[in-house]
């Protein structure tokens, strides 16, 4: 029974490390769909049948690409099962998370926790402390840190390799400056004379996935993060608080936040500057000062 299979894949995710507990709320109600009507294998025809009595398009294709997945893993078991193609019920754009914006006490809190990490004695736990400095400090992409090299350390600043091969040039504050060439400094000491900027014990860069794990993993054991499964910081909120604070400390003043707002998107590297304007959108604090000086606008007006 399609229940039965739907128990295991359910168990497998989560034996992987997923929460899946929207993805098993559908699959029980579709297995039980299918159960009803005596299907032994998965049925193109039953899936789109039962995806209709959603309660709005979103929900049905929801629906369907949750299910699809699973047809994919009963297929792999047996061909008899059916897998619908991709896409039939439209295909959705992931909602963008909220931004989690650390105050600089916990930034400096996971820097001072990364020291701690091992093999001690070695340049890992150096390169992920100013790693994160860099990435809080800069507002740099993950991918964009670790295809830095030794020679894109310039005296004007970082030579960058951004999105859709552009490179840009991101000045330095001089206490940035200061930390990166402590860091290389004990990097030629410890690091060997890769050309990569920031390496590890293989003598290479870390790959970006160990890094968002090593993070997850220190806001985890220092409390900014709960348990499996809940929401908290991210390696890419460094980026995202860098941009808030950013624009926290603008002049309250429409000529001067528009300057500043192009400003910031070329420093980051968006390829559109509405791509900037969404942290005014998704951070509450700048949202509370738009209508805050929107209102007393209007007051104004009206007075």
């Given amino acids: 029974m399609l229940t039965d299979d739907a128990a295991r894949y359910v168990a497998m995710s989560r034996h992987r490390g997923l929460c899946f507990n929207t993805q098993e709320r559908i699959l029980k109600c579709f297995a039980r769909y299918a159960d ?10 039953r899936i789109n049948e039962w995806c209709r009595t959603a309660s709005s398009p979103n929900q049905a294709r929801v629906r369907y690409d949750t299910v699809r997945l ?34 600089p006490s916990e930034i400096q809190a996971i820097m001072q926790a990364a020291l701690r990490l091992p093999p001690e004695g070695t340049i ?29 350390v310039t005296a004007d600043g970082l030579i960058v390799r951004g999105k859709f091969g552009k490179r840009r040039l991101v000045p330095l504050h001089p206490s940035t400056r200061r930390a990166l060439a402590e860091y290389q400094r004990i990097r030629s000491r410890l690091g060997g004379n890769a050309d990569d900027l920031f390496v590890v014990t293989t003598g290479k860069a870390p790959h970006k996935t160990s890094v968002h794990i090593i993070f ?15 929401r908290g910081p991210r390696l890419h ?7 808030v604070r950013s624009l926290e400390a603008c002049a309250h003043d429409r000529n001067a936040v528009g ?27 700048l949202m509370q000062r738009i209508a805050d000086a929107n209102e007393q606008h209007f007051l104004g007006g009206a007075a």
């Fill in 36 to 45: 009803a009507h005596h299907d032994r294998y998965a049925r193109v025809d």
């Fill in 70 to 103: 699973f047809c994919l893993f009963l297929r792999a078991e047996d061909s008899q099962h059916e897998v619908p193609p991709a896409g039939a019920f439209g295909r959705g754009r992931r909602k963008r998370p909220a931004p989690f914006i650390l105050e």
């Fill in 124 to 152: 890992t736990p150096h390169t992920y402390h100013y790693l994160f400095g860099i990435l809080a400090t800069t507002g740099l992409r993950i991918s964009e840190a670790m295809a830095l090299k030794h020679a894109d």
């Fill in 216 to 230: 997850v993993r220190l806001a985890r054991a220092l409390g900014l993060r709960g348990p499996k499964g809940t």
């Fill in 237 to 243: 909120d460094l980026r995202h608080s860098f941009a």
């Fill in 259 to 285: 300057h500043h707002m192009l400003g910031l998107s070329t420093y980051l590297g968006h390829s559109d500057v509405a791509h900037t304007y969404w942290y005014l959108e998704a951070t509450t604090v």
